[in-house]
């Protein structure tokens, strides 16, 4: 983040959500799905924010079928840290800018929620933070094949998501599932995304 990024004066509702995510979470990872036997690769995601017909707005990429992970799946602009990468958080806002074309300067960080254990043996770091808008997205096209731009009072409705088994690899998979027009976000993201909406119900991330 530009000098100028950090010095620039927040919005309410910037202040608001920072306010909310401002507490301390586990040193380590609560939920735990990792199922290989090697290390824990360290990785980080994006919860972007912006304000959208008066209301505010968080996105979604849906990936294409030729990345190496998650294949076809909905997820927060993310992945996985990188060796020049200072920290985590500039791991996230790169990779926000290399899959969405966001520049990494203009996000403002509001906050982080718990770290979590992939499936595919990832210690994700979610990150929350606001990006201008409106925005020219240019989307990577080996990596994105959309971006899905969601309402959070949408998401916030309890009857947008249920919790269900899904066929992955040849197992079932109990998860969180929210809908949205015809979009199923499900896994890692939806546990991500039931963290921050907790936080924003004031509740405590299940995590």
């Known amino acids: 983040m530009t000098e100028e ?20 979470w586990p040193v380590e990872p609560l939920r735990t799905e990792k199922t290989g036997d090697g290390p824990l690769r360290p990785a980080a995601v994006l919860i972007p924010l912006f304000v959208r017909d008066h209301a505010l707005w968080t996105l979604f990429t ?4 030729t990345v190496e992970h998650h294949k076809g799946q909905i997820s927060f602009p993310g992945g996985g840290q990188h060796p020049e990468d200072e920290n985590l958080w500039v791991t996230a806002i790169r990779e926000t800018e290399e899959e ?8 403002r960080l509001l906050g982080a929620l718990p770290k979590m254990v992939t499936v595919t043996d990832f210690e994700v ?16 096209a080996g990596e994105v094949e959309s971006i ?11 009857m947008v998501v249920e919790d269900r088994l899904i066929r992955w690899k040849g197992k079932d998979v109990k998860t969180l599932v929210y809908h949205y027009r015809g979009h199923a976000i499900w896994g890692a993201t939806a546990r991500i995304l039931a963290d921050f909406l907790a936080v924003l119900r004031g509740e405590a991330p299940s995590s």
Request: charged share 25%; net charge neutral.
């Open 5 to 24: 990024a950090r010095s620039a004066p927040m919005t309410g509702w910037m202040e608001d959500i920072r306010a909310r995510l401002d507490r301390t």
């Open 62 to 65: 849906k990936r294409t079928d």
């Open 100 to 107: 969405i074309g966001v520049p990494r300067e203009t996000v």
């Open 125 to 140: 770091w979610p990150f929350v933070g606001a990006i201008p808008y409106p925005v020219s997205f240019r989307p990577e």
């Open 148 to 158: 899905i731009e969601v309402p959070l009072s949408y998401l916030l409705d309890p």
